[in-house]
Nanobody, 124 residues
Framework: QVQLVESGGGLVQAGGSLRLSCAAS????????MGWFRQAPGKEREYVAA????????YYADSVKGRFTISRDNAKNSVYLQMNNLKPEDTALYYC?????????????????WGQGTQVTVSS
């Protein structure tokens, strides 16, 4: 089992920045591919970004490419999502997810473990 706890959400004005963190426990973190997803009210959960075991490869949804950066620190069992130039449409509950698969997927079903989420609200 893997436990994931997100933090760092909050209220920010459009154009601002936030850094989300996800702390993992329960399994060798360096062998987990990590992802971020988000879900806005009334919408389906959607893929945001992913990073493989070593952190050498990162992947992004088109909607966040160039604004968001995913990274990991295996020594701290943590993954991060730096979000810059935030827009009101980025408002959502952000979830951290993990899988033992090496290649990051973009589907919810590609991930085995999920956190409870952290709320990000971007005001216009």
């Amino acid at each position: 089992q893997v436990q994931l706890v997100e933090s760092g959400g909050g209220l920010v004005q459009a154009g601002g920045s936030l850094r989300l963190s996800c702390a993992a426990s329960g399994r060798t973190f360096s062998r987990l591919t990590m992802g971020w997803f988000r879900q806005a009210p009334g919408k389906e959960r959607e893929y945001v970004a992913a990073i493989n075991w070593i952190g050498g490869n990162t992947y992004y949804a088109d909607s966040v490419k160039g604004r968001f950066t995913i990274s990991r620190d295996n020594a701290k069992n943590s993954v991060y999502l730096q979000m810059n130039n935030l827009k009101p449409e980025d408002t959502a509950l952000y979830y951290c997810a993990a899988t033992s698969q090496y290649h990051p997927g973009r589907r919810i079903s590609d991930y085995d473990y999920w956190g409870q989420g952290t709320q990000v609200t971007v005001s216009s």
